[in-house]
T-cell receptor, first 111, second 113 residues
Framework: RKEVEQDPGPFNVPEGATVAFNCTYS??????FFWYRQDCRKEPKLLMS???SGNEDGRFTAQLNRASQYISLLIRDSKLSDSATYLC????????????FGQGTELSVKP | ETGVTQTPRHLVMGMTNKKSLKCEQH?????MYWYKQSAKKPLELMFV???????ENNSVPSRFSPECPNSSHLFLHLHTLQPEDSALYLC????????????FGPGTRLTVL
C-alpha cells in the first residue's frame, strides 16, 4: 500500500464549480498534514496545512479524519488560476519528520 | 521569489558525462533536501542534510553524490547516469529537519541521453 495515496485525476471542471480531492495515508502515527500546489513545470508550494478541526482559507477548505486516515481539500467557486496539480503531503514524524508526498491530482479549470 | 535557487534549470547530458547541480538557499535554514520527480510519480526524497551533515540517504545509487559545504549550499554530483535518471531534480530547505514546511527551488530538468 502506498504511504500517501490520492485520487488519480485529472479533474476537468468548469469555472465556478466545486471540486473535492481525497487523500489517504497508511501510517497512523503521522504527525501533520498539508496540501501543496504545483503548477505545470514549477516547484511545489505550500497551499495550506490541515488540522483535525478542519480549516478554511478563502475558497479552500481542508479536513482531516485521523480515525479514517483521510484528508480532503475542497475548492469552491473554482477559477482558471486554480489549474494545477494538488499534492497531499504527510509529515511522518516517526521517521524524523520526513515529508511524504502523494502522486498528485491534476486539476484543470475550463472557461 | 529567490528563497531557494537552483542551477542549471535545464541540463542534457550523455551517460558518460560528469555534471553537478547546484542549490542555494537564502532563508537562513539549517536543513536541505534533494528530491527526484519523475513523470506521474510522487516526489522521491533522495538526501537530507542538517547543519551540513547528511542525515538520510534514501537508497540512492552511488552515481548520485551529494555535497553540502555549508548550510546554504547543496550540490548533487552526477556521474555515469542512465536514461531512467531523466527527471526534475528539486532542492528544498527548511528551518530544521522534521519541520513542517519546506521551500522548494525551481528545479533542474535533467535529460540523460
Amino acid at each position: 500500500r502506498k504511504e500517501v495515496e490520492q485520487d488519480p485525476g485529472p479533474f476537468n471542471v468548469p469555472e465556478g464549480a466545486t471540486v473535492a480531492f481525497n487523500c489517504t495515508y497508511s501510517n497512523s502515527a503521522s504527525q501533520s498534514f498539508f496540501w501543496y500546489r504545483q503548477d505545470c513545470r514549477k516547484e511545489p508550494k505550500l497551499l495550506m496545512s490541515v488540522y483535525s478541526s478542519g480549516n478554511e482559507d478563502g475558497r479552500f477548505t481542508a479536513q482531516l479524519n485521523r480515525a479514517s486516515q483521510y484528508i480532503s481539500l475542497l475548492i469552491r467557486d473554482s477559477k482558471l488560476s486554480d489549474s494545477a496539480t494538488y499534492l497531499c503531503v504527510v509529515n511522518m514524524g516517526w521517521q524524523g519528520g520526513k515529508l511524504i508526498f502523494g502522486q498528485g491530482t491534476e486539476l484543470s479549470v475550463k472557461p | 521569489e529567490t528563497g531557494v535557487t537552483q542551477t542549471p534549470r535545464h541540463l542534457v547530458m550523455g551517460m558518460t558525462n560528469k555534471k553537478s547541480l547546484k542549490c542555494e538557499q537564502h532563508l537562513g535554514h539549517n536543513a536541505m533536501y534533494w528530491y527526484k520527480q519523475s513523470a506521474k510519480k510522487p516526489l522521491e526524497l533522495m538526501f537530507v542534510y542538517n547543519f551540513k551533515e547528511q542525515t538520510e540517504n534514501n537508497s540512492v545509487p552511488s552515481r548520485f553524490s551529494p555535497e553540502c559545504p555549508n548550510s546554504s549550499h547543496l550540490f548533487l554530483h552526477l556521474h555515469t547516469l542512465q536514461p531512467e535518471d531523466s527527471a526534475l531534480y528539486l532542492c528544498a530547505s527548511s528551518t530544521r529537519t522534521g519541520a513542517d514546511t519546506q521551500y522548494f527551488g525551481p528545479g533542474t530538468r535533467l535529460t540523460v541521453l
